[in-house]
């Protein structure tokens, strides 16, 4: 079979795979192609008109499309190459890549590979939401994308499940276009979102906010042709429905805004090892997976709270893969790190201290809502690093750099985060 | 008269209480607290974002923003006069669509490209 051939391939051109490209092509690589399922690049920024994106990066805040234009512009200053309209189906972890266009299926072959294909929404499936089957019910993100790219309202009288960033947005671009929305449904005792968005996305519209609630029912119409009715519960500490608490809500739409998961098809297809924590691929500090010559940034490794974390992530990768092109595979001894208490997961979950020039960063998010802790960083069972925090929120992903020097002799490393 | 807040300039999200005659703010843990209340209950300001319905081109819309915050309490009139609106391809990010909107001195500014069709 006749294979198309690159030096490098990146699948999927949102702010990850744009970032990863650029930086490949800043060290030296010549030959990238990107693969993007969509008619533009940008990723899911494309759709999220709000501003609050690139303080970090850019130090002013624009909207995403803003964002992700500044990357193209930066892009269209190379020779990369961009294949749109084209969705990836298969990959094996010799880095042969099948994709499909409008002009057929086409073979292709990396000498290195960058995943970068961002993640899904969790659906009604995903979380098992009792009552019944009808239209009505969609995630946040699709209602967001049917608002702000198709340009129609997904209903009139809405109840939101889940208060993360995407919930709350949400809520107000709704708000704004016309529609009521009744109220935002949170099973935990705190929002899962940025205080600013509780403030402006909610508050600043009366839009209340039932925190320790959730959906225990859902009822249609008599025609049974849509949701007519949500009933909502409050939950005890461990989560489980208290009865007789129920509040009834008419209404047309549900939104469900309850979590993002990698989107890893691919990645399982080519064999690579995915991290049951994170549900990304586990890699190594410089971004490999468990392929070699196959590497992970973005969404698609671990989902981020803020694009700017995603674009360093995919400028790290394309160094990475730039190295792996031009040197091949190093092979070095690799240390894995144990998730310490508090902690929901480590990215990269290997360290290879041969390959960490002057310090590395690991990523982690908490499980709960911790006031006055410390991070510490424990090797070879010593408390080698501590950090103060006064509050660490797991909707806000932290990280810790493990510096060279600490590594001399390590053969165990920890993260923990405990109480003062 | 006391207002609740909530400091929204870092994760700590610190109540505040501020009186509405005298500006004076309890509850905050440094300084940023303190004029976040006050700008808060004396000249509350939001960015505005919003589309616009695009002819002439692939897209259906295009996104716009206030090109600065607006008083709070023009919101909806501002997101009136973008839905009266519609502009047509090519418009590229940062044109202004709409100039001086509701006498506000502030423009409202496409946030993305849309090429003609
Ligand atoms: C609904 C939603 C709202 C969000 N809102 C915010 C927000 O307000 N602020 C914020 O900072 N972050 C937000 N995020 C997080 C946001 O996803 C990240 O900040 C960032 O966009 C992730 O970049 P990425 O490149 O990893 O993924 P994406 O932006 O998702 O890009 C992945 C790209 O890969 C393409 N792709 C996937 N599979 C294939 C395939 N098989 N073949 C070809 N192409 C493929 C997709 O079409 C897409 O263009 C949001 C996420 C979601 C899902
Ligand atoms: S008052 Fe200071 S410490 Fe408290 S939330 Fe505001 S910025 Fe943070």
Redesign the interface.
């Known amino acids: 079979m006749n294979k198309e051939k690159h030096d490098l391939i990146i699948i999927g051109g949102g702010p990850a795979g744009i970032a990863a490209a650029i930086s490949a092509n800043k060290a030296g690589i010549k030959d990238i192609l990107i693969i993007e399922r969509d008619n533009i690049l940008g990723g899911i920024l494309n759709q999220c008109i709000h501003n609050g994106f690139g303080l970090h990066r850019f130090k002013e805040e624009l909207t995403g499309p803003e964002y992700a234009g500044r990357y193209v512009e930066l892009l269209k200053e190379t020779k990369v190459k961009v294949l749109s309209n084209t969705m990836v189906t298969s990959l094996n972890a010799k880095k042969e890549i099948t994709a499909i266009n409008s002009k057929g299926v086409n073979h292709l072959l990396g000498k290195a590979i960058i995943l970068a294909m961002g993640c899904r929404e969790r659906s009604r499936g995903a979380i098992s939401i009792p009552g019944d089957r009808v239209a009505g019910v969609i995630t946040a993100g699709a209602a967001q994308r049917y608002c702000n790219i198709d340009g129609y309202l997904v209903g009139k009288k809405v109840v939101i499940l889940g208060s993360g960033d995407i919930g709350l947005i949400t809520a107000r671009r709704l708000t704004l276009e016309g529609a009521k929305v009744l109220a935002v449904v949170e099973i935990c005792p705190y929002s899962n979102g940025l205080n600013r968005n509780i403030v402006q996305c909610l508050n600043d519209f009366d839009i209340p906010l039932y925190l320790s609630h959730t959906v225990s029912n859902i009822k249609a119409n008599k025609n049974h042709t849509r949701v007519e009715e949500v009933i909502i519960s409050k939950v005890d500490e461990n989560k489980n429905i208290i009865p007789n608490t129920e509040i009834s809500f008419k209404c047309d739409t549900l939104l469900l805004s309850v979590g993002l998961i990698p989107e890893n098809e691919l990645s399982i297809k080519a064999g690579i090892i995915l991290d049951p924590r994170t549900k990304g691929a586990l890699v190594s500090n410089n971004l490999e997976t468990s392929v070699e010559g196959i590497f992970a940034c973005g969404n698609v490794l671990q989902v981020h709270d803020l694009v700017d974390n995603v674009s360093l992530e995919g400028e790290r990768a394309g160094i990475s893969a730039a190295n792996y092109i031009k040197e091949g595979n190093k092979k070095s001894k690799g240390i894995k790190l144990e998730v310490g208490e508090n902690l929901l997961y480590l990215c990269p979950q290997i360290i290879k201290p041969s390959s960490v020039v002057d310090s590395t960063p690991i990523f982690f998010r908490v499980k709960k809502p911790l006031d006055n802790c410390k991070i510490n960083i424990i090797i070879n069972n010593e408390i080698v690093s501590s950090i103060n925090k006064i509050k660490l929120i797991p909707s806000e992903m932290q990280s810790v750099n493990i510096r060279k020097d600490m590594l001399k002799g390590a053969k165990n490393i920890k993260i923990e985060v405990i109480k003062k | 008269m006391t207002k609740n807040?909530?400091?929204?300039n870092c994760?700590?999200?610190c109540n505040l209480e501020v009186d509405t005659e005298t500006l004076t703010v309890k509850g905050n843990s440094c300084i940023k607290g303190k004029d976040y209340g006050i700008s808060e209950v004396t000249h509350p300001k939001?960015?505005?974002?919003?589309?616009m319905?695009v002819l002439n081109s692939?897209k259906?819309?295009v996104?716009v923003?206030t090109s600065s915050p607006i008083n709070?309490e023009d919101?909806?009139n501002v997101?009136k006069e973008i839905n009266k609106k519609k502009v047509s391809a090519p418009i590229k990010?940062g044109d202004i669509l709409i100039s001086n909107v509701c006498n506000s001195g502030i423009n409202i500014v496409a946030?993305?490209?849309a090429e003609e069709k």
């Open positions: 807040l909530i400091c929204i994760p700590r999200g939001r960015m505005v974002t919003s589309t319905p692939k259906i819309l996104s923003k709070k919101i909806f997101i990010i946030t993305s490209n």
